[in-house]
């Protein structure tokens, strides 16, 4: 498999470790582009290091990492990254540590002075709409039920992007109380399926909120617990 090792993972921070296993996972079982799509503009010179990821047929990820000193500490580092030369200029950049577009190819600072790592998605085309379908079952309002969670990222024609990208889903009671919650990831063809427990009690109005981590965008679907 070609994702960091898990303690490697670890190293760079819980919050990160939680935020991107499974995007991390699920590019990792791809293969690996002979060279990343990011590259550092310092060359053999640079205190960074870029590991590319083939996250489907419309993503590549790129995982720029902060070279470490004699101690094993991350570099406090801020370089310039350019891009592999058959990257076309008209593809978008996402920096999905910081949620939000980077913008289209075109040389940018990364800036790492204040964590070792920042993880970045390139595409062919800007991602329009994070859509999600929801569907509740409950036998007995008596008794859980189940919240089934299909949700896929689409372009400006409405056309879903074919690879993997992370997200945030979490489940909140009527009162707005978090109970459930996860950082995930859709497949390598750009799906997420996922079924929750829908618990029976408080009665009300829960809500489910889905977080784009491209750019921020929340996506919340209400949901009846009937009384």
Known sequence: MNMMPPDSLADLGQDFANRFSELLKTAGANAKPIEPA????????SQLTCEGYMGGKDVEIVLVLAKRDVAGKALAVKETLTYRRDIASSDLVYDLTGEFMQGKARPFDCDLRRQPARLY????FQIEQLQVAVNTRISK???AGSIDICLEYLNGLGKPASGTLPCHVELRTPDERSIWQRFLATSLDGTLSKTIDFPPSPRGMWSLVVRSLLDGHQTTTSLLRPK
């Open 141 to 143: 309002p008596s008794k």
């Open 38 to 45: 990011l590259l550092p503009a310092a060359g053999a010179k």
């Open 121 to 124: 998605a390139l595409m062919p």
